[in-house]
């Protein structure tokens, strides 16, 4: 009788799904709606800073209290955790067995930003757990104290540096699939109108090149802290929000990160639809 594994490489190399089992494949979906539910309200969290009105810390804590004060109390925010858990996981098995569809170094980008993938799903897994047991706190403050720890070690200033530049790296990553568009080759379009494809393409291209943006000043953010030795530098998505808002287009540069993280959201929700099964 076959394995679990040898059923698992089986399903892929059939191209059916990366997904270890139905149950993850569906869980996984569920956490995509999820990720694009955060991203959604990142967006409005992003123009309240825009526009100066009061609010929260704009990142993924400050998400999951808005999503929490919606009424989706602790059963909601359950199920949100435990489906970006499975899409971790789906990503995970995709890393190491998935994408037979492309080969060479295609197949090796896409199963590093599978690994990236889970990697942020996990850690927006672990913010909604803390939200549960403590009711959460800014991710700028857990991003200093972070600093602050690495710091203190021997080697500090360059164990940050290379954070830093390694946040940066993600975010060329992440623009090059903007640009490239590489992201649509991970759904199954074959049922999708031309108008649908071309929408769903354009939010994606939009949503992950602004999240690069705003991913790419959280490692500027980072670089000047290992620059100056001070942990006050460095910050999470919420500072580089603000940073961004106290440029001379602030503004202007908030609104299209708003717009882009809606868009990313919206193709989220393609994406749970869509992705290859």
Same mark, same amino acid.
């Given at each position: ?71 989706? #109390? +602790? @059963?909601?925010?359950?199920?949100? $955790? &435990?489906? /970006?858990?499975?899409?971790? *996981?789906?990503?995970? %098995? =995709? !890393? ?107 939010? #994606? +291209? @939009?949503?992950?090149?602004?999240? $690069? &943006?705003? /991913?790419?000043?959280?490692? *500027?953010?980072?670089? %000047? =802290? !290992? ?51």
């Amino acid at each position: 009788m076959p394995t679990p594994l040898r059923r698992l490489r089986r399903s892929v190399r059939e191209g059916r799904s990366d997904a270890p089992g139905a149950a993850v494949d569906t869980l996984g979906r569920i956490g995509l709606l999820a990720y694009g539910l955060v991203h959604l309200v990142l967006a409005w969290l992003a123009v309240r800073i825009a526009v100066g009105l009061p609010e929260g810390p704009a990142d993924a804590q400050g998400a999951v209290a808005e999503i929490a004060a919606t009424g989706a #109390g +602790a @059963v909601g925010l359950v199920v949100v $955790a &435990l489906g /970006l858990v499975a899409f971790a *996981v789906w990503q995970l %098995t =995709a !890393a190491w067995l998935g994408f037979r569809w492309v080969s060479g170094g295609e197949r090796v980008r896409k199963r590093v930003g599978a690994v990236s993938k889970a990697i942020a799903m996990l850690g927006l897994a672990a913010v909604t757990v803390v939200f549960l047991r403590t009711g959460g706190s800014s991710g700028d403050r857990g991003a200093r104290d972070l600093v602050a720890d690495v710091l203190a070690l021997p080697a500090g200033r360059l164990l940050v540096l290379a954070g830093g530049l390694g946040i940066g790296v993600v975010a060329v990553m992440m623009t090059y699939t903007g640009v490239r568009r590489t992201f649509m080759g991970d759904l199954d379009l074959r049922r999708v109108s031309a108008s649908t494809r071309r929408g769903i393409e354009i939010v #994606g +291209a @939009v949503g992950h090149l602004a999240r $690069a &943006l705003a /991913l790419a000043v959280v490692g *500027v953010l980072v670089v %000047t =802290a !290992a620059v100056a030795a001070d942990p006050e530098r460095a910050g999470g998505l919420d500072a580089a929000l603000h940073a961004l808002g106290d440029t001379p287009l602030g503004m202007s540069l908030l609104v299209v990160v708003a717009l882009g993280f809606g868009a990313f959201g919206l193709y989220c929700v393609a994406d749970a639809a869509l992705r290859r099964a």
